[in-house]
């Protein structure tokens, strides 16, 4: 028997008894009920994007985050065609690797991990490379926890005739965004992070006219994105290949929940919340924290190692025999540790953990 800790990780995280009990059955696929399912959380996905259902679809994709982003950039873009892509971290290169295994053409604009990605380096990277066709980039960086500002990023580079790919995973549902209006061709994020259900499926939400002008140009046959979105299309929600039925209904349950919950807005202040608290309290306990405050996301903190010689096993260790599970760092400059705060997790977790930390520390 596994001890029970709360996950302050960005994902899988912990989630409600309820979506847990979501899963207590053996669901059948491919018929009406289940089908309805489907196209009924497609739909709120959409109404969590805030767009003109008419010009926009959702398509989920079976797998982690990675098969969503993986299908966006194998399915979407031609080999005459070239990427840009903002890195500020371990997912904006997971974006560059794919590209190199797919023989995509790509231009990569690095900037350091502390740091975000801007409108003034997109712009001067595009002026220089003008047959740039697709811009890809993070929207909160979960190496580090920083936000990138695609609010200042993405109208732009979509008036300039580019099509805009967002990598939203951990963000999607916690942190309020406007597909349309940021003009948002591709957005791609994954049943367990902010939405609070279990790993299971990713999901992209598209641009219709944009994903129908991609048919033919799939590199593999199970992420072809236009392939999932045509069969879901002419056959009322139906997977192509076997869906995560179990998922499928926590996800459901999932959205329900953060409907009720006050939708992305209330979820947002929870996040915020909860995030300063932890932030503020870290600190007064002598850890500091690796981003600038004006940078920080409300999902993920990273923290520096207190002293050279802070052992973080033990830390660990000591940390989830008292019911908290957190999270490594990620970064090569700076050795450092993440503390998420996404899931079930409420300002009274953040407070009980600090007072472990500080007895752990005494
Ligand atoms: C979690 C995450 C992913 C996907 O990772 P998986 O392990 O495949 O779920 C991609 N991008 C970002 C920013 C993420 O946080």
């Given at each position: 028997m596994v001890e029970e800790y709360l996950l302050l990780t960005p994902g899988p995280l912990t989630t409600s008894k309820q979506v847990k009990e979501a899963m207590n059955f053996d669901y059948c696929t491919w018929d009406d009920d289940y089908k309805r399912i489907t196209q009924s959380f497609r739909q709120s996905l959409l109404n969590l994007a805030q767009v003109n259902k008419e010009e926009y679809t959702a398509v989920p994709i079976q797998g982690s985050g990675t098969y969503g982003v993986e299908s966006v950039i194998s399915s979407?873009?031609?080999?005459n065609e070239k990427l840009l892509i903002g890195i500020n971290g371990a997912y904006g290169q997971r974006i560059s690797e794919m590209a190199d295994v797919y023989g995509i053409n790509h231009v990569d604009l690095v900037v350091d991990e502390r740091e975000p990605i801007t409108l003034e380096l997109v712009t001067e990277y595009l002026d220089k490379n003008p047959d740039i066709t697709h811009f890809a980039m993070i929207?909160?960086?979960?190496?580090?926890g920083i936000l990138n500002p695609i609010e200042d990023i993405i109208p732009y580079v979509s008036r300039r005739g580019i099509i805009t790919i967002v990598d939203a995973m951990s963000s999607f549902g916690g942190i309020p965004i406007n597909v349309q209006e940021n003009q948002i061709d591709y957005l791609i994020s994954s049943s367990n992070k902010c939405i609070q259900g279990v790993p299971g499926f990713s999901f992209v939400i598209v641009k219709k006219d944009i994903l129908e002008?991609?048919?033919?140009?799939?590199?593999t046959l199970s992420l072809d994105l236009y392939g999932q979105y045509y069969e879901m299309e002419h056959n009322d929600?139906?997977?192509?290949?076997?869906?995560p039925t179990h998922v499928v209904h926590a996800f459901y349950e999932a959205l329900k929940e953060l409907d009720e919950e006050g939708g992305v807005k209330a979820r947002h202040q929870r996040y915020s919340n909860s995030q300063k608290h932890l932030a503020k309290g870290m600190e007064e306990l002598g850890f500091k924290v690796l981003i600038n405050e004006k940078y920080q996301s409300p999902i993920i903190t990273s923290f520096i190692y207190?002293?050279?010689?802070?052992d973080f096993n033990i830390f660990y260790q000591e940390l989830k025999k008292q019911g908290f599970v957190i999270y490594p760092g990620k970064i090569s400059q700076v050795p450092t540790f993440r503390i998420g705060n996404i899931g079930e997790v409420y300002i009274e977790d953040i407070t009980k953990l600090l007072s472990v930390i500080k007895d752990i520390r005494e």
């Open positions: 979407t873009i031609s080999s929207h909160c960086e979960t190496t580090t002008t991609t048919k033919g140009l799939a590199r929600g139906k997977w192509r290949f076997t869906s207190p002293e050279e010689d802070f």
